[in-house]
């Protein structure tokens, strides 16, 4: 009955990987996002999609790329893995662009 | 993009009233004003939201200010399971991307 999932739940890799982590959302929801969460504990928005568009795109480097197959699925590819990506990525989704978001319970991501 | 300044930490003691304060002194008329909670290791979770009156539901009761430049999140009995960091965010307003803005946050302990 897991409304927001991500697979997987803990990811251990080394520099230069490429990766992915999957978020799935059951709610019906229009709009997707991911979140950084570093080790300092600040929670930063890095994209959102609505609709399978992409809304925002923060100032995030062009090795991680967002891929929304469809509604319910936004996932995030990261290329060439560097330590400072080490990390909680949660991913969250609403109604729409204005709604209160539900997020899933994280990934966390450590790049050795 | 307006901010909300938050008290780094609180205490509590266990089925007594938490009032949590956020200033956020440069809200634009359409900011709504949206609290989000973390507990340990999970991801963050909608806890309330107002936009000029005073809110209540069955986790908490949001206080505005008349001149809505400072909130109080109140909890009315808090319990060791309210212990998590309580974000105080401003959304919606002109830009409608939907983009929530993670402070610090009040990392809020509850003893027992």
């Known amino acids: 009955d897991t409304a927001v999932s991500q697979t997987p739940k803990y990811l251990v890799t080394q520099m230069g990987n490429d990766k992915s982590i999957k978020c799935e959302q059951n709610?019906?929801?229009?709009?997707m996002y991911w979140y950084k969460q570093d080790s300092k504990k600040f929670l930063k928005i890095m994209f959102s999609?609505?609709?399978?568009?992409?809304?925002i795109n923060e100032t995030v480097p062009n090795r991680f790329s967002p891929k929304s197959p469809d509604k319910a699925h936004l996932n995030l590819h990261i290329n060439s893995l560097e330590l400072g990506d080490s990390a909680v990525y949660f991913c969250?989704?609403?109604?729409?662009?204005?709604?209160?978001?539900?997020f899933g319970p994280g990934t966390r991501l450590t790049v050795l | 993009d307006a901010k909300t300044t938050q008290p780094n930490s609180m205490e509590s003691n266990e089925e007594e009233p938490v009032h949590l304060p956020c200033n956020h002194s440069?809200?634009?008329?359409?900011?709504?004003i949206h609290w989000y909670r973390q507990l340990p290791s999970q991801g963050p979770e909608y806890v309330i939201h107002?936009?000029?009156s005073n809110v209540n539901n069955r986790m908490a009761s949001l206080a505005i200010a008349e001149d809505r430049k400072s909130s109080t999140l109140i909890l009315h009995r808090a319990t060791l399971r309210d212990a998590a960091v309580y974000y105080c965010?401003?959304?919606?307003?002109?830009?409608?991307?939907?983009?929530?803005?993670f402070g610090q946050g009040t990392t809020l302990q509850v003893k027992p």
């Open positions: 999609y609505n609709n399978k568009e992409l809304i």
């Open positions: 969250a989704s609403s109604p729409g662009l204005t709604d209160t978001q539900y």
């Open positions: 107002g936009l000029t």
């Open positions: 709610l019906g929801h229009d709009t």
């Open positions: 440069t809200i634009s008329g359409t900011d709504y």
């Open positions: 965010i401003l959304s919606g307003g002109s830009s409608n991307t939907g983009k929530l803005i």
